[in-house]
């Protein structure tokens, strides 16, 4: 992993990312998107990247302009974060060869603000109110394509749609894409733009989110006993993969190394997880044998941790099915107690936090947690970040569908 880049609630770029991850910042704040109360939504919280403007990332005001009209949220927050991505690998496509450069971005729901938005005028309006260009906006594949595009590159491009494992799913294809001997770079990730009436009310209606209204940055607490759900954000985080000599013949910063995957589905229910964690536990050996590990290799998680009942205390009992005693050795942290649940784009910000972990041998800490579940008692790096040595980790994705996604990662030493 050569690159990172990332338009998130918490900030955008790697720099300023790992620095708010390590500090313990939360994304999570009012909805301004549209007005919540209003409507008479019971949740008003969100993290929202806030002062989004594709202007700040590409200066072409022509260019700018196409993009406005052409691409769906969703879309304008890959092309920054693929364009930050590829700006940290320092790395031209067009100067390498583009027949062997992929792109691979995974997103949950694609545009739905553009499809929910069009819908509307269709229904006041008539058709001559859509625009020819609603399709190309709202399309999930819209994001991978959008970026091949704009930097050239002519391998391979598709999109994941396995919701929330979205993102590390489309990271675990690409991985396997340059094992294959496919590619020498991927462009890879996911993206989530979904802060729309339409999706926030179809999620509250599930009971799937937090309604901790009075105190936004604390409503995402993974692992704590008192949590209520989850919170909804926004936002995209894109990797550069590359084959590891490529990336050595041009002397590039390796961040971590990808050494194995595995992906499972519990095949149990549309929503909630199995029952005793069996998938991602799964999903977790499979993982470990495809990089040749033992469990008692691993010293750190990224955990899926959606801060919701079911998923804390069933992703729990799957670390302890396949680690046994060594699970209480591990460090895990969640991301989403920052940033909230980016639905396709999580998984690919998990993995951007590991790589980063294993790089500065620092992890951050999941904020919230003042009050642990006791059924949830492994060590989840309550409230402070830590030094610690890591040489490798894993990170998890789990979503609807049952789908689990489990990438392992190395430490890089020169």
């Known amino acids: ?42 949740v008003r919280i969100a993290a929202e990247v806030k002062g989004f403007n594709i202007q700040d990332f590409y200066s072409d005001a022509r260019r ?35 027949e062997r450069v992929g792109t691979f971005i995974g997103t949950g729901v694609g545009g739905i603000i553009t499809t929910t938005e069009d819908h509307i005028k269709l229904m006041q309006g008539g058709p001559k109110k859509i625009g020819i260009r609603s399709i190309i906006k709202l399309m999930p594949n819209a994001p991978s394509g959008q970026v091949a595009i704009a930097h050239g590159a002519k391998g391979r491009a598709k999109s994941d749609a396995t919701a929330c494992a979205s993102g590390l799913d489309s990271l675990f294809d690409a991985f396997m894409y340059i094992r294959d001997n496919r590619a020498d770079v991927m462009i890879s990730g996911g993206s989530e733009a979904c802060l729309n009436s339409f999706t926030v009310a179809s999620f509250n209606n ?31 985080v894109i990797l550069i993969l590359e084959e590891l000599e490529h990336a050595l013949r041009r002397n590039a910063t390796i961040y971590a190394e990808i050494v194995g995957g595995g992906a499972t589905c519990d095949a149990s229910h549309i929503v909630a997880p199995e029952e005793t964690g069996d998938g991602a536990a799964r999903a977790i050996r499979e993982a470990l044998r495809d990089a040749q590990l033992e469990p008692t290799d691993i010293d750190y998680i990224n955990a899926h941790g959606t801060s919701t009942m079911l998923n804390d205390e069933r992703e729990t009992m799957a670390i302890k099915s396949v680690f046994g005693d060594h699970a209480y050795k591990l460090a895990i942290s969640s991301t989403k107690s920052m940033v909230g649940h980016l639905l396709g784009g999580a998984g690919a910000i998990g993995a951007a936090a590991t790589a980063l972990s294993l790089h500065h041998q620092k992890l951050h800490p999941t904020i919230n947690l003042n009050n642990p579940d006791p059924k949830c008692d492994l060590d989840f790096i309550p409230n402070v970040c830590r030094e610690a040595k890591v040489d490798y980790a894993l990170t998890e994705a789990l979503g609807f569908g049952g789908h689990n996604t489990v990438l392992a990662m190395k430490r890089y030493v020169a």
């Open 206 to 236: 599930m009971m799937a989110l937090s309604r901790r209204n009075d105190a936004p940055k604390e409503a995402s607490r993974p692992f704590s006993v008192d949590r209520d759900g989850f919170v909804i954000g926004e936002g995209s």
């Open 1 to 42: 992993m050569t690159g990172i880049g990332g338009v998130t609630p918490i900030g955008s770029g790697r720099e300023d990312l790992w620095k708010a991850m390590l500090r313990g910042d939360s994304g999570v704040s009012y909805i301004t998107q549209f007005d919540a109360e209003a409507i008479g939504l019971s």
């Open 64 to 98: 700018v302009g196409s993009m406005l009209k052409e691409m769906d949220r969703v879309t304008l927050f890959s092309m920054a974060a693929a364009k930050l991505a590829l700006e940290d690998a320092n790395l031209n496509i067009r100067e390498t060869n583009a």
